[in-house]
């Protein structure tokens, strides 16, 4: 049992050894202010505002398919907000500015804790969603929702991994949700 927690802690100590490598990398590479900018402004698109409108607009003007995906959408984030908040306050996972010494982020974020990105997870439970009933808005759908997980990390708000599990949480439960709706 002893060896078995050890072969874990090692694992978990050489991917955050990763991810580390990873981030400092990428904020290496960010030294343009225009950057910086662009990744605000594509940040704020997935503050979550335009979620209730977007689905709203297809409910109203999109017939049945329309409906279809305001009901999957709202039902990913019943059951995404929940568990996005119990991984959160449940791993504590700091911020990058937190557990990096002298490090300062583009952005003062909404809470302390960076793991997974709520920004991601939105992003791609929408972009799911929006491609289980528009498939051919997948390439930009994904676009969008992988070039937000990116500005976070730019920004210096999460570590990739948070992006990715961001991304596969909001993936995941999109098209959890979508199965359950289309039965």
Excluded at 86 to 115: T, W
């Amino acid at each position: 049992m002893d060896k078995a927690r050890t072969h874990i802690s090692t694992l978990l100590i050489g991917i955050h050894n990763l991810d580390v490598t990873l981030f400092l990398w990428m904020m290496k590479r960010k030294h343009l202010a225009l950057w910086a900018k662009l990744c605000r402004a594509l940040s704020h698109t997935a503050d979550g505002y335009g979620y209730p409108v977007l689905a709203l607009c297809l409910w109203l003007w999109g017939g049945i398919q329309g409906t279809l995906f305001a009901l999957t959408l709202a039902l990913t984030f019943v059951l995404e907000r929940p568990l996005y908040l119990l991984l959160k306050r449940g791993l504590k996972r700091n911020r990058p500015a937190a557990a990096l010494p002298d490090f300062k982020s583009f952005i003062i974020p909404s809470d302390q804790f960076s793991f997974p990105s709520g920004h991601t997870s939105g992003a791609f439970a929408t972009a799911t969603t929006l491609v289980l009933f528009y498939p051919q808005v997948a390439p930009l759908a994904y676009a969008w929702a992988s070039l937000v997980g990116l500005s976070r990390v730019t920004l210096g708000v999460h570590f990739p991994t948070d992006t990715l599990a961001g991304a596969t949480m909001g993936t995941s439960l999109a098209a959890l949700a979508g199965v359950w709706i289309m039965q």
